[in-house]
């Protein structure tokens, strides 16, 4: 069983700072790709960064510049810097990881973390 949970979020003011953490734990051999997603209301779940194993990262266009994603293997933790914050920022944000396990690669979730940005 693997669990993958989120925490870091809460309310900030415009123009402010959060760092979300993702701690992943259970039987894991190891991880390749991690990263986090977000979903607001009346919107689609979608994709704001990714980290691969080795380090490369992708971003939203709408986050770039702004938002840092990183990984600490030894802990099999995935960070989210979030610089600037703009209420159009405020979602849940969900983390992401696949998972290398005895006989199974597959992708897991966590129950999410919200993050509220204020005008």
């Known amino acids: 069983q693997v669990q993958l949970v989120e925490s870091g979020g809460g309310l900030v003011q415009a123009g402010g700072s959060l760092r979300l953490s993702c701690v992943a734990s259970?039987?894991?051999?190891?991880?390749?790709?991690m990263g986090w997603h977000r979903h607001a209301p009346g919107k689609q779940r979608e994709l704001v960064a990714r980290?691969?194993?080795?380090?490369?990262?992708n971003y939203a266009n709408s986050v770039k510049g702004r938002f840092t994603i990183s990984r600490d293997n030894a802990k099999n933790t995935v960070y989210l810097q979030m610089n600037s914050l703009k209420p159009e920022d405020t979602a849940v944000y969900y983390c992401?990881?696949?998972?290398?396990?005895?006989?199974?690669?597959?992708?897991?979730w966590g129950k999410g973390t919200l993050v509220t940005v204020s005008s």
């Open positions: 259970g039987s894991i051999f190891n991880i390749n790709g």
């Open positions: 980290i691969t194993s080795g380090g490369s990262t």
């Open positions: 992401a990881a696949d998972i290398i396990g005895p006989g199974y690669v597959l992708p897991h």
